[in-house]
């Protein structure tokens, strides 16, 4: 689907390239992808897709696992 019409730029574009670099802007995505971006109407979807993007990183990682309790 495209997310950035200004851009052309993909929700797996996106998606992929915050997983891989770790950035969490939509600007700074957008700015590795190739461009930043034009008119901004896309940024509110753009952040939640890279917000998505760091959660599944984080639940692959086993990160948001509660702690464990210690030991008695
Ligand atoms: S639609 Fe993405 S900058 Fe305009």
């Not at 992929?16 to 034009?38: D, H, I, N, W």
């Not at 993007?53 to 990682?61: I, L, Q």
Request: proline fraction near 7%.
């Amino acid at each position: 689907m495209y997310v950035c019409l200004c851009n052309g730029y993909r929700s797996s574009e996106i998606e992929q390239t915050a997983r891989a670099s770790g950035l969490s802007c939509p600007v700074a995505v957008y700015e590795s992808l190739g461009s930043g971006p034009c008119c901004g109407t896309c940024l509110p979807t753009a952040k939640s897709i890279i917000e998505d993007a760091h959660r599944g990183r984080r639940r692959a990682a086993n990160l948001d696992a509660p702690l464990p309790l210690a030991a008695e």
